[in-house]
């Protein structure tokens, strides 16, 4: 409405500044098997970098060829950002080491005994591990007459790869409560490399320099590299404290205070623990308790190992562990540091590592740690068509624009081909299979990869490269090379710009083909909707870039398919801004205005474009109004003539 600035004088603003940002064309997805990442999740990857933090490298050695998949996916992160799935089976499991407090049947004191736990799932652990165990012979595993778990660090994802990985904690030196975690991981040498560390507290009233709550949970899960850290949420500490004082496990002794420096002026029966780093006639009897006597000098008790007492000044509960105290809120912390037998803090020592173990890639893998390619294959497929992270298939949040076959077995091909044509916003790019013919190649298309879908491309040759990830030469499908072209085609030029020819086409470090198809070859291929690499004077190019659609059309190119499916994503997020706007003139024209601003920015698309917006009287009683939108767009030369004339 207009806006009175003066008596008579009126003011009104039409905003036509707003930008359109376009949406990103180049987003690949990939499912693969790895030695290590968060498995069975699809997850954003922004770098390749990233990408081999979380998912290591390319192990053909251990996965054969199924180790393509996260080696393709190497080859696009260098250039662009994908979505990543890493499998595994139901039945894998997670490295972890768990700590619970117990108490042996045959011993009279309370330690902490460390175990390796075997489970498939978080939702599986803390439906059952947390409630393992009580407070009576009868309820407690067999050889305890107690046993509360209190805590478990676990690994990020399932398999085996974790179970090289080892924690330390230390207490940091005049910062009270305050600990060290630091993360190592075994390498091939056999010697351990700092991975990550960090500062936490096992309470949530600690703080650290600046400020800012330390807690362990938060911390290591969303801190720390590889690993998480649960504590018991089902029983607090003072339900430990009451349970151990109500069966008389508490020592008899009531301390009145903790104190470094020997008290001014006692009183006789005054009851005293010793901290870590006493002053005067306490030096050297710190870890005791010590006792004013009527011949008013000081007697000095040992404390054995696990008792627990409490503090009549602020009404904590201690635990003595040879060399300190630890107070309610770290009994947790120092329950996974301190054991029987183990070395305890004394200024600063380092302390033993706690090793994770019991981690797994169950059925996938024999009982050598091999792959079982039919195992892995159902994994893969169940991955592809959204049974293991329905996240996969849902093209309003998650959107990417390639998938890439690596060589897969043919049922994956289908998933992969499945998730495509289900989605109808992506292109996915097809080995057709290792051959050695021509002929051989053209029966696999009309016998097995029968596609038929302006969503697909096929494609065929495998060749002979040197991959640096595997350190050796090896064949290698199309796929590995279009991971590659295709997104730095995308980078360097437009996707409706076609990955074939002499000029973006061009494959570089071959050392061999299986075969090199010669032209009346090539046609043939050509008539099957196949994409051959080839040879000609020296340079290995791709020679086709058709789709798989059989049916005379535009959409046979992949350039056209590629570019009117990114028009589409962008068109659609324009319109989204003019629902529930007034369905009228101005909105119609203002919603055609952007889309062709949009569209005259597509650099050597069309040979033609329109956008016609309004509504009917049936579509304005449905609240709705229609856009026309009219491409014609270029196509690529496949033929050049030479026209000579002669005089």
């Known amino acids: 409405m207009a806006i009175p600035i003066v008596s008579g004088v009126y003011s009104r603003y039409r905003d036509l500044s707003t930008i359109f940002a376009g949406i990103p064309g180049t987003m690949a997805c990939y499912c693969f098997v790895s030695d290590k990442g968060v498995d069975n999740k699809l997850q954003f990857v922004s770098s390749s970098s990233v990408l081999t933090d979380h998912y290591g490298q390319p192990n ?128 091939d040498t056999g010697d351990y490399e700092f991975v990550d560390g960090i500062i936490v507290a096992t309470d949530y009233v600690t703080l650290d320099d600046s400020g800012n709550e330390i807690y362990i949970e938060d911390e290591v899960n969303e801190g720390m590299k590889y690993i998480k850290c649960k504590l018991n949420p089902n029983m607090p500490i003072e339900q430990i404290m009451s349970y151990l004082e109500d069966n008389g496990t508490i020592t008899d002794i009531i301390v009145k205070d903790i104190t470094e420096v020997e008290p001014s002026s006692p009183s006789v029966g005054d009851i005293y623990f010793i901290s870590d780093r006493p002053e005067g006639s306490f030096v050297g009897q710190e870890g005791k308790l010590a006792t004013y006597t009527v011949e008013e000098e000081w007697e000095f008790i040992d404390l054995e190992y696990g008792s627990i007492f409490k503090c009549t000044t602020d009404g904590k509960y201690y635990v003595h562990y040879g060399g300190g105290f630890l107070d309610e809120f770290n009994i947790y912390l120092h329950g996974m540091v301190f054991e029987e037998g183990e070395e305890t803090y004394s200024g600063g020592e380092d302390l033993k590592f706690k090793e994770f173990g019991n981690g797994g890639e169950g059925s996938m893998v024999d009982q050598y740690g091999k792959l079982l390619s039919n195992e892995a294959t159902d994994i893969l497929v169940d991955a592809y068509i959204g049974n293991i992270d329905s996240a996969i298939v849902d093209k309003e949040n998650i959107e990417f624009s390639l998938l890439f076959d690596c060589g897969y077995p043919s049922q994956v091909k289908d998933a992969i081909v499945f998730l495509a044509n289900l989605r109808e916003d992506c292109m996915a790019f097809i080995d057709n299979g290792d051959h050695y013919s021509p002929e051989s190649a053209v029966n696999t298309r009309k016998t097995q990869n029968t596609y038929n879908t302006r969503y697909v491309a096929l494609y065929e040759g495998y060749t002979e490269v040197y991959v640096p990830e595997f350190k050796r030469n090896v064949f290698v499908p199309p796929s590995y090379h279009l991971s590659t072209m295709i997104p730095r085609n995308d980078r360097d030029y437009y996707l409706w710009f076609a990955t074939a020819g002499y000029t973006r086409g061009v494959v570089s470090g071959i050392k061999s083909l299986r075969y090199n198809p010669n032209i009346g070859e090539r046609e043939q291929m050509k008539l099957y909707q196949i994409n051959p690499i080839v040879t000609t004077k020296g340079e290995t190019a791709f020679m086709e870039q058709r789709t798989t659609l059989i049916r005379p059309s535009k959409f046979q190119d992949i350039h056209i398919s590629r570019l009117v499916m990114y028009v589409d994503r962008n068109l659609s997020q324009i319109a989204k801004y003019f629902l529930f706007e007034q369905n009228d003139q101005f909105t119609w024209s203002e919603c055609s205005t952007r889309m062709m601003m949009f569209l005259d920015s597509l650099e050597r698309a069309f040979e033609d474009k329109s956008v016609s917006c309004g509504a009917s009287d049936f579509e304005k009683a449905n609240r709705m109004f229609s856009a026309k939108i009219s491409l014609t767009p270029l196509g690529v030369v496949e033929r050049i003539l030479l026209d000579y004339t002669i005089r």
């Open 60 to 187: 053909i050695d251990k996965y054969g060829g199924f180790a393509r998949g996260l080696l393709n996916a190497k080859n696009t992160t260098n250039i662009t950002s994908i979505y990543a799935m890493r499998v595994l089976p139901e039945n894998a499991t997670y490295s972890n080491f768990v700590v619970a407090l117990a108490k042996k049947t045959d011993e009279s004191n309370y330690t902490y005994v460390f175990e390796q736990m075997s489970f498939t799932s978080e939702e599986t652990f803390d439906n059952n591990f947390w409630t393992i165990g009580g407070t009576t012979p009868e309820t407690s595993p067999a050889g305890y007459d107690f046993y509360l778990p209190l805590a478990i660090f676990y690994a990020e994802g399932r398999g085996d790869w974790y179970n090289r990985l080892k924690l330390r904690i230390t207490k940091i030196i005049n910062k009270l409560g305050q600990y060290n975690i630091d993360l190592y991981e075994l390498k």
